[in-house]
């Protein structure tokens, strides 16, 4: 509470009080998250101190709804893609109502959006889609298709699809290869770079070998397009 009311001094002490206080094995990942926590503390303090010139805009209805409005990605100086759960009515979960995530698009004129329109088709019934980003040559669609884990309903598993370019669509989505998308894990937030010649898709998981929780990956693109 302390630090989501911006009092940081205090909420960098407490998070170090309860490093030091909590003893056992058993706690030493929360007792690593209190670490971070307070190395993030210290952190928007000294930003604080030598604050940037940046000008945060909230964007008025229609882009945001009464739900989440998730993950913009700009295609143009004028379009914007993103993810979001349209409704302004409480949505249940036993009800046969669509209640999953999809893609938008949004066009901009004097920095106002219009009504966003569901983007060229991309829908997955009984799923969420997210997180779209653009190769650099703007030929292949790269996004993030989540569902519910069959092995545990509470929890939501994330891969990472992709489409090519179609006419003015984007041609059937398909699952990256296992070397992207391990089985049981999360590969999320695709973002794919050229970078001295190399072709490098950047995301995050939660797969085994990472420093702890969601850590950035990249894979290089071979010449066969893998």
Request: glycine letters at 8%; charged letters at 30%; a negative charge.
């Given at each position: 509470a302390l630090k989501m009311n911006g009092d940081y001094g205090k909420a960098k002490q407490a998070f170090e009080k309860f490093?030091?206080?909590?003893?056992?094995?058993?706690?030493?990942?929360?007792?690593?998250?209190a670490e971070i926590e307070a190395e993030g503390c210290?952190?928007?303090?000294?930003?604080?101190?030598?604050?940037?010139?940046?000008?945060?805009?909230?964007?008025e209805a229609p882009c945001n709804s009464a739900y989440s409005d998730i993950a913009p990605y700009w295609i143009n100086d004028s379009t914007m893609l993103f993810a979001s759960l349209p409704t302004d009515s409480v949505i249940i979960a036993s009800e046969k109502t669509d209640r999953f995530i999809k893609l938008y698009e949004?066009?901009?004129?004097?920095?106002?959006?219009?009504a966003p329109t569901s983007y060229s088709g991309l829908t997955?019934?009984?799923?969420?889609?997210?997180?779209?980003?653009?190769?650099?040559?703007?030929k292949e669609l790269f996004y993030t298709i989540c569902e519910e884990?069959?092995?545990?309903?509470?929890?939501?598993?994330c891969h990472i699809?992709?489409?090519?370019?179609?006419?003015?669509?984007?041609?059937?989505?398909?699952k990256l290869?296992?070397?992207i998308n391990v089985s049981g894990y999360n590969s999320t937030?695709?973002?794919?770079?050229?970078?001295?010649?190399?072709?490098i898709l950047y995301f995050s998981s939660d797969r085994p070998g990472g420093k702890g929780g969601r850590d950035i990956w990249y894979s290089q693109r071979n010449s066969s397009g893998e």
């Open positions: 490093r030091k206080d909590v003893k056992g094995s058993d706690w030493s990942d929360m007792r690593k998250w210290e952190l928007a303090m000294a930003i604080q101190k030598n604050p940037e010139d940046v000008k945060i805009t909230h964007f949004a066009s901009f004129s004097n920095d106002k959006p219009a997955v019934e009984g799923k969420h889609i997210a997180n779209p980003s653009l190769s650099p040559d703007g884990d069959a092995k545990n309903p509470n929890q939501i598993i699809y992709s489409s090519k370019k179609s006419g003015e669509g984007w041609s059937e989505g398909e290869s296992d070397v937030h695709p973002h794919m770079s050229d970078q001295d010649g190399r072709t």
